[in-house]
């Protein structure tokens, strides 16, 4: 099993989730964070006062999945979250070794 | 007329009220239920500038982990003024003192917890009960202002020791020199709504404190964004609303002073607004709502002296004045002296205050205000500027130098960085 | 004075009225348009504490997942209570029983629909219209206050039902008691303002309403910290601004009555909010900004029926007072009790109602008010309070175990747990 | 009732001053300080509405990225509207043309810069001063109502280019037509405080501009959830509560009138909010806030033109009929004509201003309002709707075109999806 | 060592708290997140525009512990978050190799 | 490749970034977590209801690092988020498998 971790745009969320929905992965995670790239961020002024806001809002999506899976799930958020613009994100896969579902104690693939 | 004489500052209120005689010989002072009626709404209006216009205004401005400790500040002053106004600080502004000669600059105890203040007291065609509820008012946000200064790094317990002595040995006496016959009013300084007692003595009293206490800690280096300017725009537009009471309520009237009042208060207010948001358009491409508000009580700030002695077209000018020269002295100056006044009192209130100050003396018209005539002259303004900055400023120090030694200022730095609403009150925002 | 008689709540209304005939005689009653602007502001004040005032003082109180659910019973309230008031209350509460028997209960019908106001009707020396919808504001803020008791955990549908049953059989008549010509006028009981008739009943029907309902759901055990109490610092300033309206308001002129009763309502709110303050202080080390916003309320409340009957010092009194015991009543002895009153509007609203109720009875000052002279004693206003409280309390009880039965009180535990504002209202704040 | 005259757009202003003339033969015009105090207080109070009230009611419904945007417009337009009426408006809405012929369509230029207001000069009973800076306030709003249409996706300066114009080309005209002595108010039409002036034609504008503008980028598609209703409860409950300035100031006078029409207010409110709750509750089996809200504001819309022509009971139908004709105008019409009016300006002030100006035609009464009985026509309101829709139609669609030509209406998709505020203004919430 | 990662009902944060010290476990860290599985959502609906809202508030729950210790924590985690109810979440469980207390520089075990 | 995690102080994120990219690291993502360990909170009491809040505001860093750059990374963190005070946090390592850049299509390291 693996996790696959992506970070995207915000305003992309609703289609990486129909795109997985799509390959027939219906459990996902999604966390606010703020980015930092190569996507550049934006000046405020307050009274003369200048900050600048380098990082920019993000949105990280975590999805468990066996194995198997992992390459149509990173095909699938890659067709979804891509503008082609600067900032679009990234993904990440990392193995997990035990997955559990709280509910029923159901264990790995089950889990899922 | 009598009326405006509470408040016009022209010569002593006493003087006023003897030369009165004569004028009500025949004619005994009496109740006015619409002037009442309007008096009543101006007090409700003013208190409605602390809380919650003044106390959101700057609660927006500061950091989220100092919103609570900053809001409180404006409430807690409010009750603190309140009951000192009511024990001795009314009567210090208000009342003859015995001495003659003290009376230039101090008032008598005789009006102490409202003594003498009965069912049938008048000042003016109102009962005296509303004019020391309407007068209690501004010696409530006078020292709410000043906090902006000093904003975020304050100790609540030295910010109660501060804002109260301040109400009796800087507001009460200033007051009574321009209002309640001392020597300022006497000699002909014109401040019709508190452009010098209130704005002025407010911004210089912010500037000393700032420089006392020191910049905030990583000023300069972290970011110190206001967390959430719909507060502050909630505010100012509540301080603008407000503001109403405050200076066509100094007309003591509901008459065509009290229009021309609100009028120039309108024209003057949009114009200093437009006039920092286009100013910082053209300086930094952007036009902020920051930027804005900023502009609004710069120009209320500095119509306040003129309001009932001005005409609209020179509203006009005074606010467009005190909108480039507010935004030059909190952006530019500030910048460049470096000294962190938090939420720029000093640059608002006080520049605007000067500003106002002067250019009432320039553009008084005794078309609108007959007492313009004998009083108006931007020398004379200038006298009045001068003595309250000296003695506001000396007084403010000391009063702030005793306060450090005996329990000191600021909390400590681990604390300022934990935030206030926890470390003091122990309360946070979700 | 005459217009005084209307809700000091001396003689029955009618008896006034009567009694107001030979004193007119010559003097038909006239218009007094100084009265009635300071009327048609204090109408809008009054309109105001409710929304936003109230909304937001309690909306701050809730957790997040609440908040809409809250502000919106206090709006919802709001319109009901004035369509109820137009159809058939405002008669109910001020209009003269056909039946001298059941007048000393209960008013008559007459005026329902604001049957027989018309452009001539005067009360006092303001249009009746004004009178009616000043009244309105009052029947609106009384069932809203009682909503912070079972503030997170009743359903909305109970929430329309128990406030509109409540307002015809429970305020309307208490109101008619004590200003609308019923007993407890006639037996002297003093209410400026409204202690009994709007904070003690209130008070009274919240405390029956929580233990009714029971606590919420993981009271005690998980956090149910305010979400944002600078909400929560705009609705109780406002609350004070507003109040204004209420205290002075009820003098029905802009006099030196009202000018009193705002004297006296800033006193005694500022010394409530101090001492609620350094009490706290004293206990738990920190002062909070929501102990002195409840200590402002608590002196509001316990001024209010007293506004226009005590001097100034009497209001400082009475403030620290109710300062004192309200924060003992909402803190300590609730804790001691374990009953869930959401807000405390029993022991700010009912507490405070009766330490002012009863110091009224104690303070009230021939100076201030001639008939303070005649009414004015502790055992008469006890007399008041116990009335109220036994009626109030079987009343409010009745209803609300009818309605559990016929629709039920409570949203599901899942519900409650999930929040109402997403369950009830389908609505959520980001 | 002479002061009714000046808001009633009875027969042509001007008509009505030379009329009154023989009355006051004897009885020369006097200012009385009853009058200006409720007068100076409207004032306040409908500022009151634009800021904060209106500003917070959109912020609260836009999303969270373009919150700052929002209110800004709101604040920016009442200061650009304030200079601009100063300097021009109030002379094309109020003063006489010199030209008999053009006088009904446009007034002259000879109070430009308030030109020939001194402190002498009165409208009615109060001071021209205060005249002049009430009928400011409604020029303020008007604009500001529009810009809820296009919410969310509007440059700054468009906006600004925008109101400027419209309000000298559109609302000055159509003030003047109604209340200045222009054709409409010669011809009978009936509007008290501004069904037709403010609302159709704010509601007009709103539609033509949400059509030119096209719709918010993913519109439809992605959510556009109000980020957070508290700040709508906040602006629809300070609307309502500074609505009194609006409809009982337009009665310009302290007497039962106003007082009618505050009550009327009142009632139409009510009723209209809980109507439009109850329609939402039956078709989406959930009562929102933002439906009550909504509500709220559609019947203050409606019985706008009406409150000083009808009795209360008139009032609970005109709010009945706005509650639900808004609610399926803004809710289901709207959706089936899938145009994106962001937070339906049309659905409410345009239907509410057309229910209200008809249902005025029914409802007004002889025994509320003399003047009722020679103009209450259904046709003629009918006429008057006519003329107003086909002129601010066209002005409208003119002006955004040339400011879509010259500068452009909207910022670039990406700025849009970017949000406003950090885009436009360089500022943001946390 | 391991992380082990947990997805759980936020009112249920105190009790896995507890039941962590309970068992010798006294770091942790926490994220509000939202998460989408079989847990159906809700609808809002302003002036007619419909929002299904799909994504549910949850916390995210991170516990570095030494392996020997992961099938204790699991069974604290899944004990304490369960209702039984859908929606109750998942455990995740994977291997980390270096652990750092930044405060002392010490590692791996040390470092918890 | 590998995830470098860290918990640190909120007020630290400007200078860890500055030493990340003193060390040529160009990318990072950020959290707002909640942290629970040695640091003791605080209580906060509203009319005498005690609520202890035992969990603190912290940044979770995260950053994709190749294998060899993980020591640098480390020090760098470790150097700018210390203050030598309780609760400055820890310093997590995990494998990670893939990593791909969302815009490109680009892999591994060419995606970091
Ligand atoms: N080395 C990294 N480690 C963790 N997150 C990263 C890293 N580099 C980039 N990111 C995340 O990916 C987002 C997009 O990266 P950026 O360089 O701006 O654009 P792009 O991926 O299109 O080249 C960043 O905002 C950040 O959240
Ligand atoms: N495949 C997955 N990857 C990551 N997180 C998941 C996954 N499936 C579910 N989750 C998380 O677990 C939560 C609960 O899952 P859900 O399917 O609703 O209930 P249950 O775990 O009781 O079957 C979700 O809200 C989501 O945060
Ligand atoms: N075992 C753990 N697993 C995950 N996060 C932890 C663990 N222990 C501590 N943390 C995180 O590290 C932060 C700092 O830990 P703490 O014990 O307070 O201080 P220090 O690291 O200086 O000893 C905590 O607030 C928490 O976010």
Redesign the interface.
């Known amino acids: 099993m693996?996790?696959v971790m992506?970070?995207?745009k915000p305003?992309k969320l609703?289609e990486v989730?129909d795109a997985l929905t799509g390959i027939g992965v219906?459990?996902?995670?999604?966390?606010?964070?703020?980015?930092?790239?190569?996507q550049k961020g934006?000046?405020?002024?307050?009274?003369?006062?200048e900050?600048a806001?380098?990082?920019l809002p993000?949105l990280?999506i975590e999805v468990?999945v066996a194995a198997d899976l992992?390459k149509k799930v990173?095909a699938a958020?890659?067709g979804a979250?891509?503008?082609?613009?600067?900032?679009?994100?990234?993904?990440?896969?990392?193995?997990?070794?035990?997955?559990?579902?709280?509910?029923t104690?159901e264990t790995d693939a089950d889990?899922? | 007329m009598t009326s405006r004489n509470l408040r016009a500052g022209l010569p002593a209120l006493i003087a006023a009220m003897l030369a009165a005689v004569p004028a009500f010989a025949q004619d005994e002072p009496k109740l006015d239920t619409g002037d009442t009626a309007w008096m009543l709404t101006s007090t409700v209006l003013v208190l409605a500038m602390t809380i919650p216009g003044l106390a959101l205004f700057y609660g927006g401005m500061v950091r989220k982990k100092n919103v609570l400790a900053t809001v409180m500040q404006s409430f807690a002053v409010t009750c603190l003024m309140s009951v000192l106004w009511f024990l001795v600080a009314y009567s210090i502004a208000f009342d003859e003192n015995p001495s003659e000669g003290l009376n230039a600059y101090f008032g008598g105890f005789g009006k102490a917890l409202f003594g003498g203040v009965n069912m049938e007291s008048l000042t003016g065609t109102i009962p005296e009960w509303v004019f020391a509820t309407f007068q209690m008012t501004f010696a409530i946000i006078t020292p709410a202002l000043i906090l902006g200064a000093i904003a975020e790094r304050m100790k609540f317990s030295a910010v109660l020791w501060f804002t109260g002595l301040w109400l009796i040995f800087v507001y009460a006496p200033i007051c009574h020199w321009v209002w309640g016959g001392g020597f300022l009013g006497g000699a002909g300084v014109l401040d019709f709504a508190g452009g010098t007692v209130v704005h002025i003595n407010s911004g210089i009293a912010a500037l000393v404190a700032c420089l006392i206490l020191g910049p905030r800690k990583g000023y300069g280096t972290t970011?110190?964004?206001?967390h959430n300017l719909t507060f502050s725009l909630i505010g100012a537009s509540l301080l603008w609303v407000g503001w109403f009471g405050f200076n066509a309520g100094s007309a003591a009237a509901a008459n065509a002073l009290a229009g021309v009042a609100m009028a120039n208060t309108q024209v003057a207010t949009a114009a200093a607004a437009l006039t920092w948001m286009f100013a910082e358009w053209i300086v930094?491409k952007?036009p902020?709502l920051?930027?804005i508000l900023?502009g609004a009580i710069a120009g209320l700030v500095a119509i306040t002296p003129a309001a009932g002695f001005v005409a609209p077209s020179g509203a006009l000018v005074i606010g467009i004045v005190a909108g480039v020269g507010c935004y030059l002295a909190?952006?530019?100056i500030?910048?460049a002296l470096k000294y962190d006044d938090s939420l720029?009192v000093f640059g608002i209130h006080g520049v605007g205050g000067i500003i106002g100050a002067l250019l009432t003396g320039a553009f008084a018209s005794s078309m609108v205000n007959a007492e313009a005539a004998e009083g108006a002259s931007v020398a004379t303004q200038f006298y009045g500027i001068i003595a309250t900055i000296i003695y506001c400023a000396i007084a403010s120090a000391i009063i702030l130098f005793i306060i450090k030694a005996v329990i000191g200022l600021r909390p400590t730095a681990a604390e300022e960085e934990e935030g206030l609403d926890i470390v003091l009150h122990g309360e946070s925002v979700q």
């Not at chain 1, 934006?42 to 003369?48: K, P, V």
């Not at chain 2, 970011?223 to 206001?226: G, T, V």
């Open positions: 693996k996790i992506a970070i995207i305003f609703e989730r219906h459990g996902l995670t999604v966390t606010e964070v703020k980015g930092y790239g190569r934006h000046t405020e002024i307050y009274r003369g006062a900050y806001v380098n990082f993000k990280k468990a992992v990173i958020i890659s979250a891509k503008t082609g613009q600067i900032g679009d994100g990234k993904i990440f896969v990392y193995p997990i070794e035990h997955a559990v579902r709280i509910r104690g889990a899922l | 970011s110190m964004a206001p930094i952007k902020s920051l930027g900023s909190s952006v530019h500030k910048k720029d």
